[in-house]
Each structure stands twice: as C-alpha cells, then as structure tokens.
C-alpha cells in the first residue's frame, strides 16, 4: 500500500523541529493517538515530542523504557507531570518512521500497572499497522 496513503489515512506525519541531524527518522501518528495526545496539556505534549525527538535521533531518553510483553522496538514514554501520569507508546520496528501508536493519561485502578484495555489496544494497533505497511 502506498505509504502517503498510509500516513494521510492513518497517521499524521510530524516533523520534530529541535536539533534535527541528518540520521532523524521521522515520526508518525496513529490518527487516533495523535487525538488523545492533543488533549494532554501543553507542558507534557511538549516534554513528550521532546522524548519522541530524542528516539528519532536514535537514542533512548530518560522517560522512556521498553514496554513489557511486547518484545524489541515497542516503548513508552512515561511521564508524571504535576499530578497526572500521561504516556505514549511508540513502536521503532514497524517502519522506517518511529510509529506513536497510543497516547493516554494514566488513571489505573491496579497501581503502576497499565490496563489490559490500554495493552490489547496497542497490540491491536500495531499488528494493523504492520499489515497496512506491507
């Protein structure tokens, strides 16, 4: 399938714009996620896109670890910012962009542990995405 396709339907494409180097990967939305994030308060957008351009520029910040049970290239970026808890999940292996596939406030009612609904989605979302970027 066409990749402009791709990222008109599913994904908005979005360009990081602090100290791009010629090796920056370009990010890409989950049309859905990109909703959600929009939604989040400008502080911790802004702290997440910074994450998010730091992994564009192939290295690991310190707000994001990979993701449990869904083995190499998938990771979130957790981040406490004032009294909430927001984060953003992000898949490296999908494509040659880095994918934000889910984006959510953390409200869990089982501790630090995040939601088997938030768990199956991003699951979902990226066995999609991988089959739309055959």
Known sequence: MNRDFINLFFGVRFDTISF????????????????DFEKFPKGAQQEIREALTIA?????????????????????????????????????QVDEDIWV????????????KTSKQDIDLIKQRIKFLKEMLK
Do not use: C, D
């Open 20 to 35: 791009m180097s010629l090796m920056t990967r370009p990010i890409s939305w989950i049309n859905a996620a990109r909703k």
């Open 56 to 92: 564009a520029e192939g290295r690991k910040g310190a707000s994001a670890k990979p993701m449990k049970g869904f083995g190499a290239g998938v990771f979130e970026i957790a981040l406490k910012y004032k009294t909430n808890a927001y984060r953003a999940i992000y898949a490296l």
């Open 101 to 112: 596939v889910h984006a959510f406030q953390k409200k869990s009612k089982t501790g630090a």
